[in-house]
Nanobody, 122 residues
Framework: QVQLVESGGGLVQAGGSLSLSCAASGDIARIEHMIAMGWYRQAPGKQRELVAISTRGGSTDYADSVKGRFTISRDNAMNTVYLQMNSLKPEDTAVYYC?????????????WGRGTQVTVSS
């Protein structure tokens, strides 16, 4: 099985920065073709939402609420994705989940990390 391991969450004051990383581990040989890697977040009482996504071709997309503040980047060779978060706001507080979409053989697969807590104090 493929696992996604996130790191880098924590507590920061409003206006501060945090950097998250997520690396695929385990049976990486199962990843025939990585389609996209991205970050989602879920705040208490709210649905999980897309934060940022990066496709293998290099295109990126961001939630409107984080555009200009967050930057997603990838290391395709290492199956790793990063999220640089600047100018953090209290409303960015959430559990951040890494996601990978890939083909395992010919089977499309969607894998989630366990999540890392980001807390922004006002």
């Amino acid at each position: 099985q493929v696992q996604l391991v996130e790191s880098g969450g924590g507590l920061v004051q409003a206006g501060g920065s945090l950097s998250l990383s997520c690396a695929a581990s385990g049976d990486i040989a199962r990843i025939e073709h990585m389609i996209a890697m991205g970050w989602y977040r879920q705040a208490p009482g709210k649905q999980r939402e897309l934060v940022a996504i990066s496709t293998r071709g290099g295109s990126t997309d961001y939630a409107d609420s984080v555009k200009g503040r967050f930057t997603i980047s990838r290391d395709n060779a290492m199956n790793t994705v990063y999220l640089q978060m600047n100018s953090l706001k209290p409303e960015d507080t959430a559990v951040y989940y890494c996601n990978a979409q890939y083909y395992s053989g010919t089977t499309p697969t969607n894998t989630w990390g366990r999540g890392t807590q980001v807390t922004v104090s006002s």
